[in-house]
């Protein structure tokens, strides 16, 4: 994490999680070139995230899906579960419709990708900030075009977290343990995944994760 500092008044409060600390500095220059934009905090993971957020307020977080540990969608879920009123955009590697609509299942305020120019962000930020949904025009285009095939659309996000980490091979030990649950309630949601998707093994999973490019090399 880097410098936490004090919000100035009658500015947006942004807070930046990436993985990447050359990306997140960049994020931040970018967006501290507008006057009503203030960059409070940045994180590198979905834990040290998580827990600002149990003590500190913000307007807009600007999250990477591909986060270290619990992952992009469990941040989204339990940021969002703790600030109700934060707003939440997506900025992201992923193009992949079953991702994008995974995110805003999830509660995502918008989505973008960092295929996108730098002024769509500090455009984005501020439309999530207005309470608009705010998507780059390749993946709104990809969601008028999301149809009904393939079993994962039929996930809620924690499934589909568990989904992607099976496919990529994760046990049921590994993927408790990244994700503090359980053993038990991971088969459970294993259980769960095969009854939804119809893929019974491991193999399956990863053949049809592979199919759909649901699978980055980040789980």
């Known amino acids: 994490m880097s410098v936490v500092q004090e919000a100035l008044p009658g500015v947006l409060r942004v807070v930046l999680a990436d993985d990447h600390a050359v990306v997140r500095t960049g994020y931040r220059r970018l967006?501290?070139?507008?006057?009503?934009?203030?960059?409070?905090?940045d994180f590198s993971d979905s834990d040290s995230t998580c827990q600002w957020f149990s003590g500190h307020e913000a307007d807009v977080l600007v999250l990477d899906l591909s986060m270290p540990g619990r992952g992009g969608l469990e941040t989204l879920a339990r940021?969002?579960?703790r600030r109700p009123a934060l707003k939440v955009l997506i900025f992201s590697m992923h193009d992949n419709?079953?991702?994008v609509a995974q995110a805003l299942k999830a509660g995502a305020d918008g989505?973008?990708?960092?295929?996108s120019e730098p002024d769509a962000l500090i455009d984005a930020v501020r439309q999530v900030a207005r309470g608009e949904q705010a998507l780059s025009p390749d993946i709104a285009g990809a969601l008028a075009g999301e149809g009904g095939e393939g079993g994962h659309l039929s996930l809620s996000p924690r499934e589909f977290e568990i989904f992607r980490l099976l496919a990529a091979g994760r046990t049921v030990e590994e993927i408790a343990t990244r994700l503090f649950l359980s053993t038990k309630t991971?088969?459970?949601y294993q259980t769960g995944i095969r009854q939804k998707t119809g893929l019974a093994t491991a193999l399956d999973m990863y053949r049809h994760a592979e199919a759909h490019k649901l699978l980055d090399g980040s789980e």
């Open 186 to 188: 991971v088969a459970n």
């Open 31 to 41: 967006l501290e070139l507008e006057d009503d934009m203030q960059v409070v905090a």
């Open 111 to 115: 989505y973008l990708t960092k295929s």
């Open 79 to 81: 940021v969002k579960a």
């Open 97 to 99: 419709p079953a991702m």
